[in-house]
């Protein structure tokens, strides 16, 4: 089962940012929170990942409260190509990545 | 790099009819992964194998569905006999030894008729 949740749905207007929240209470203190999206008929896209410090990468920032119990995966000027599925996932050593249901992301002009 | 590839990218079939998807991953990855998508269930991990050994097949539906990795290069999936509740798409995904990202194909949309 996935160790994370999410918003089903969120809306954001193009060039402004998008924040998406996922909550992983349950996050033990080796393991990492990885962000994958997938655009609508495509495979999944790693986005970025984190342990406890704030990443950012040319796609988004990650931003993991100081506890790890939740982040928030930030795209700083959303456009229309960024409307897909975003997944959170807790991942430490194992070879399975379990996918939940995702935030869908829709971005308007 | 091409990235992993699948084949074919659709597949139409009727009910009992026997189906194989193909996979080729990122040369140099040493784990391979099979997920199947659905509305109903999302995307759910079949199998994975690391250095061509399968290694956990427990998300496998039932015997009707096989999977063979060969060689570092080559995977297959094998669906026989198919059946209208197969139908979905179907993702192959590859990692190396780190930072432990997998990379998706593009998936096979099978359609069971």
């Known amino acids: 089962d996935a160790k994370t949740t999410q918003p089903t749905s969120m809306d954001c207007a193009e060039g402004r940012a998008a924040n998406l929240p996922c909550n992983h209470s349950t996050i033990s203190g080796n393991e990492y929170v990885y962000w994958y999206r997938q655009i609508h008929s495509q495979g999944p896209q790693y986005i970025i990942h984190?342990?406890?410090n704030n990443e950012t990468n040319e796609m988004a920032s990650l931003i993991i409260t100081e506890d790890r119990k939740s982040s928030t995966l930030i795209l700083p000027h959303a456009t229309l190509r960024d409307t897909a599925v975003y997944y959170c996932i807790v991942w430490f050593n194992t070879d399975k990545l379990i996918f939940g249901t995702g935030t869908r992301l829709q971005v308007f002009p | 790099d091409a990235g992993v590839i699948q084949s074919p990218r659709h597949e139409v079939t009727e009910m009992g009819q026997e189906v194989t998807l193909r996979c080729k991953p990122i040369?140099?990855?040493?784990?391979l992964f099979w997920y199947r998508q659905t509305m109903m269930r999302g995307l759910e991990l079949l199998i994975y194998f690391n250095n061509n050994v399968p290694i956990d097949d427990s998300g496998m539906p039932e015997d009707r569905f096989s999977a063979k990795m060969p060689n570092a290069s080559f995977s297959t999936l094998k669906i026989q006999p198919s059946e209208p509740r197969d139908s979905a798409v179907y993702f192959c995904a590859s990692r190396g030894r780190a930072p432990y990202e997998q990379y998706f194909g593009p998936g096979t949309r099978l359609t069971v008729t």
């Open positions: 984190g342990l406890k």
């Open positions: 040369s140099g990855h040493n784990s």
